[in-house]
């Protein structure tokens, strides 16, 4: 089975800081880590001077925008844009419960993929907790199309990614990847692979306010040869696809808790990914609540339906 499907929560031993800057506003942010009490699941508060401070939860039902990127809260007051590298991240390595502060409305991009922050978790270090821990678990297909994209959960004995892009640009083609995912896939062909963009679409989103802070420090930018202007090139031959997988993963995190079942998709972005993820909770017949259970004779450990309470993330 792909997943690693750990009994008990889990959340940071030791508290620390990242800075950088923000892509899409290209303003410096600083974002600090926590560790959490158990139930907590991942919380986002800004502590600039902009905001109210208050507690922004990274589930499904805060969503406010995936235009160009998955933002939390209201863009209109207090928001955090950019989650989905931190929350694939995250999610991927297993960390259940962090109290997350920011001193400004974007995620730092770092070096535009998810690297910075899986090293920053794995020098922190994770700690498991006295809770148990509980996973949604597909069991009846859920699909969705919009115009020629689309995208669905089926069920699966373990959590997969299949992924698959197609663009008009020589750069790119048609790029598929299929994943089963545990903290060792994710670190070594998933988080490295870096958000990317066309140069021909930098004054227009420059103009709306968009991509101020993206350069070649922190982006794949393909130029108007249809070539990677980066001097150092890809880190892999189809990191194109591997990063929108990337995207999926942080995206879908936002459940509330880690899913069982394959998650596929074709000319996938955010607006699909959490459309998706909302057409699955709402239908209470697609999925299941399960948790670890120690089987009463021999060793292993086996995966039980369990009563979800009304206030559980999984609830929209």
């Not at 699909?272 to 609540?289: C, G, K, P, Q, V």
């Amino acid at each position: 089975m792909g997943i690693e499907l750990l009994e008990y929560q889990t959340t940071l031993k030791s508290r620390f800081s990242l800075s950088g800057i923000g892509v899409h506003s290209g303003k410096a942010v600083s974002i600090h880590f926590s560790p959490a009490e158990p139930d907590t699941g991942i919380v986002f508060q800004r502590v600039d001077e902009e905001a109210s401070g208050r507690v922004i939860r990274a589930l499904a039902a805060e969503v406010g925008e995936t235009d160009l990127c998955t933002g939390l809260g209201d863009p209109a007051g207090d928001h955090v844009a950019t989650v989905e590298h931190l929350m694939a991240a995250l999610s991927a390595m297993g960390i259940d419960n962090v109290a997350i502060e920011i001193d400004g409305g974007e995620v730092p991009i770092m070096d535009g993929s998810a690297t910075s922050f899986v090293e920053a978790f794995q020098q922190a270090g994770i700690e498991t907790q006295a809770k148990k821990r509980r996973y949604i678990r597909i069991v009846k297909p859920v699909r969705i199309d919009i115009g020629n994209s689309w995208a669905e959960f089926r069920p699966h004995d373990g959590t997969r990614f299949e992924i698959e892009i197609d663009f008009d640009s020589p750069a790119i083609g048609r790029q598929s990847l299929a994943v089963d995912l545990n903290a060792e896939v994710f670190a070594r062909e998933v988080a490295r692979a870096r958000t990317f963009g066309f140069i021909k679409d930098v004054e227009r989103l420059w103009a709306a306010g968009f991509a101020l802070g993206s350069s070649l420090e922190n982006s794949v930018v393909i130029g108007e040869d249809h070539r990677v202007i980066n001097m150092e090139g890809l880190r892999y031959k189809d990191e194109f696809v591997r990063h929108k997988t990337l995207d999926a993963i942080g995206d879908l995190a936002l459940a509330g808790a880690r899913f069982i079942g394959c998650f596929r998709s074709y000319r996938g972005g955010h607006r699909l990914n959490a459309t998706a993820l909302r057409h699955l909770l709402t239908d209470r017949s697609a999925f299941e609540i399960v948790e670890t259970a120690r089987r009463e004779r021999g060793r292993g450990a086996e995966m039980i339906a369990v009563n979800a309470p009304v206030y559980a993330p999984w609830v929209l």
